[in-house]
């Protein structure tokens, strides 16, 4: 098993040692400082347009995009009112519901979107945007929800992730007082 990794791992170095462009990533004349240090989100050079991961992907291919990933963080997090975010939340609060208080609540829709903050405690942490609205029950109740969409957080860090909190509905206590560990 150790050989098969050890194969691989070669032939993800062969396929970015090949790319000129790549090499900037080894030997610090990139984006990357001195010593092997990585840029802090705010001194990242460019990053932020929406077509940075694709870039990437072009100029390192498919392994050395998987293989090599930039350590830094680009800022690039999805608007409060983006619909994968709000299915997210909605499949998530219907699973949570139906599976652990067997209750057959479920979100029929948001409205009222707004941010509340984005990187409230700098730039030297992952990027989060945090966001809040309502919710619209199945049960015909109206209630706040406050949510936080944070880059790299998603499954083994390769997407965005979400932490949410319907206020009153947090009967796990996860998010206590209130809800208040689900804003800034």
Same mark, same amino acid.
């Given at each position: 098993? *150790? #050989?098969? =990794?050890? &194969? $691989?791992?070669?032939?993800?170095?062969?396929?970015?040692?090949?790319?000129?462009? +790549?090499?900037?990533?080894?030997?610090?004349?990139?984006?990357?400082?001195?010593?092997?240090?990585?840029?802090?989100?705010?001194?990242?050079?460019?990053?932020?347009?929406?077509?940075?991961?694709?870039?990437?992907?072009?100029?390192?291919?498919?392994?050395?995009?998987?293989?090599?990933?930039?350590?830094?963080?680009?800022?690039?997090?999805?608007?409060?009112?983006?619909?994968?975010?709000?299915? *997210? #939340?909605? =499949?998530? &609060? $219907?699973?949570?519901?139906?599976?652990?208080?067997?209750?057959?609540?479920?979100? +029929?829709?948001?409205?009222?979107?707004?941010?509340?903050?984005?990187?409230?405690?700098?730039?030297?942490?992952?990027?989060?945007?945090?966001?809040?609205?309502?919710?619209?029950?199945?049960?015909?109740?109206?209630?706040?929800?406050?949510?936080?969409?944070?880059?790299?957080?998603?499954?083994?860090?390769?997407?965005?992730?979400?932490?949410?909190?319907?206020?009153?509905?947090?009967?796990?206590?996860?998010?206590?007082?209130?809800?208040?560990?689900?804003?800034?």
């Amino acid at each position: 098993m *150790r #050989i098969c =990794a050890l &194969f $691989a791992g070669l032939f993800g170095l062969a396929l970015i040692a090949t790319d000129a462009s +790549a090499q900037g990533l080894w030997y610090g004349d990139g984006p990357r400082g001195l010593n092997g240090s990585t840029y802090t989100t705010g001194r990242v050079p460019g990053g932020d347009y929406p077509r940075a991961r694709a870039d990437q992907l072009g100029r390192l291919g498919l392994a050395g995009a998987v293989l090599f990933r930039d350590p830094r963080f680009q800022n690039a997090l999805l608007p409060c009112d983006d619909s994968a975010a709000l299915e *997210r #939340i909605r =499949a998530r &609060f $219907a699973e949570k519901e139906a599976k652990f208080w067997n209750s057959p609540l479920t979100i +029929a829709g948001f409205d009222r979107l707004r941010v509340v903050a984005s990187n409230p405690w700098g730039q030297n942490n992952i990027p989060r945007r945090y966001c809040t609205g309502r919710a619209h029950l199945s049960d015909g109740r109206v209630r706040t929800v406050s949510y936080a969409i944070m880059e790299d957080q998603g499954f083994a860090g390769f997407t965005w992730g979400v932490e949410w909190c319907v206020h009153g509905l947090d009967r796990g206590r996860s998010f206590d007082p209130a809800c208040r560990m689900a804003r800034p």
